[in-house]
């Protein structure tokens, strides 16, 4: 089957940097999206990528590696905002999004 | 700009009760889809139009049903409502089909009781 995996909660600090991974097992791979859903809010887009390699957009990046099917998404410089939680989905052979369950963070001052 | 507009926001639904929920996108997106989301669960795919006039399954597409007779409306229908239907329901757009970024409603909080 396929199956996305990510941890369920994380804790970080007002300022640090925190990584959230995000592992798959797709039935192909077309491409690996980040959202972020704060809470009673709908998903917003952060970030896709398709190649291997880091993508960096201001204080979030997001990297990927196809061989191993692992992602991660680095947020720096954290802020009490950043409080949500933030969605791993895959795009597979059939051009379809698999999602996985989410990860709260929490922010702490 | 409205973007992807759904409604209700939120409804309280009698077991057996039929209903409606609205999505309409103002994008001209050609893909649209339904989705709902539990808690501990990812969102899961109800149903999806890749353009207008077609549609296809999801993963749970069991007791709902669509239709897209233009671009920009997508509705989703309960003919039979059960408890376990109770979710928030998102509607989202996208411009091509799984690899470029989703646009989502801000969701209809549906309870069935």
């Known amino acids: 089957g396929q199956n996305i995996d990510q941890p369920t909660e994380m804790t970080a600090t007002e300022g640090a940097i925190v990584q959230i991974n995000c592992t798959y097992q797709?039935?192909?791979?077309?491409?690996l999206f980040w959202y972020q859903q704060h809470a009673g809010e709908a998903p917003t887009f952060l970030s896709y990528?398709?190649l291997d390699g880091l993508e960096e957009k201001g204080r979030f990046s997001s990297f990927l590696s196809r061989s191993k099917g692992y992602s991660y998404l680095l947020l720096k410089e954290l802020q009490m905002k950043d409080s949500a939680s933030y969605l791993c989905?895959?795009?597979?052979?059939?051009?379809?999004?698999?999602w996985g369950a989410g990860t709260k963070l929490i922010i702490k001052p | 700009t409205a973007g992807i507009t759904q409604a209700p926001t939120s409804q309280i639904l009698a077991a057996g009760r039929s209903m409606t929920l609205r999505c309409t996108q103002d994008?001209?997106?050609?893909?649209m889809y339904w989705y709902r989301q539990d808690l501990g669960l990812g969102l899961r795919l109800i149903h999806y139009?890749?353009?207008?006039?077609?549609?296809g399954k999801g993963e749970v597409p069991d007791g709902y049903s669509v239709s897209r007779a233009n671009t920009d409306d997508f509705p989703l229908t309960l003919a039979s409502a059960v408890p376990s239907q109770t979710s928030v329901y998102f509607c989202?757009?996208?411009?091509?089909?799984?690899?470029?970024?989703?646009?989502f409603g801000q969701g209809t909080r549906l309870t069935v009781v």
């Open positions: 994008m001209r997106h050609n893909a």
């Open positions: 989905a895959v795009t597979d052979s059939n051009y379809q999004l698999i």
């Open positions: 797709t039935s192909g791979f077309n491409g």
């Open positions: 990528n398709v």
């Open positions: 989202a757009s996208s411009e091509g089909t799984g690899n470029t970024e989703a646009f």
């Open positions: 139009s890749n353009t207008a006039g077609t549609t």
